[in-house]
């Protein structure tokens, strides 16, 4: 490809790719958006002077290898980000992002569906607690992994296990942990056993009964004895909780405690937006281009 010429001359492409320079637009930045740019040309805008070309070129699908490799180790973090979300992206070079001094960079690896099994490792081993936190949240997380995340030395990263994981064996650890923070994270986890459930409903942690209570389905016997609750928080979660029966919370109806019984008289199903466990964040910002 060669440089491209001024006004009236020809572009970089005699192809449908070419964009007559002087019209407003960039025309390598046009050739890199070309469904129809051939591969070779793909690898020679990977080395062009504009971010954005390159950042175009880091997110195609259909991106030749060798370009994507220049790419990531490029000096711009939005082309290194782009090449770690994409799905083309071999292991290797997702293996080199994994460890990118950029945090953006490093988190869209743990979204790429191609990350396997030897990414997850490094990203187990990684300082970066956020990083920890995706993996954490991963469903193809490995019994073995998960096992080495249930001692993690963060907080928020075993409540994101805890909030996640499949793992009966994992979920059954973690129901010995001292932090309130990680019994919440199961107290949202509808993978719990009624047994579980039956636990964390005397939980001594009032946020964990709460969070209990708005995100799963209780046993009759649990559920009666959170009505009973001292605590009018749990009480008001009970009459709000869109997962309660409705005799459960007419109970509520003459609560010594007016904000609790208004809350039971005043409950409209589909009133408040239903509490779910979030869907694993995957370290998403906005791009320059969004």
Known sequence: MGKQQGVGGSGRHGGPGAVAAGDGTDPQLAVAQDPTTSQMDLIELASDPSAAVRRTVAGRPDAPAQALR???????????????????????????????????????????????????????????????????????????????????????VRERLATHTHDPDVITALMADRTARVRKGLARNPRTTPAQRSALAQDPVVDVRVALVLAVELSEADLRGLVDDRSVQVRTAVATSELVPPHIREALVGDPDEMVAGAARDFRPGAAGTPVVRAPRLGHRASPND
């Open 70 to 156: 220049t790419l990531t180790r490029d000096f711009d973090r939005d082309v290194r980000e782009a090449v770690a979300r994409n799905p083309s992206t071999s292991v290797g070079n997702l293996l080199r992002l994994v460890k990118d001094a950029d945090r953006w960079v490093r988190w869209a690896v743990a979204g790429n569906p191609s990350c396997d099994e030897s990414i997850r490792r490094v990203m187990a081993e990684a300082r970066d607690k956020e990083l920890r936190g995706l993996l954490a949240e991963s469903r193809e997380l490995e019994p073995e992994l998960a096992a080495g995340l249930v001692g993690d030395v963060s907080p928020e």
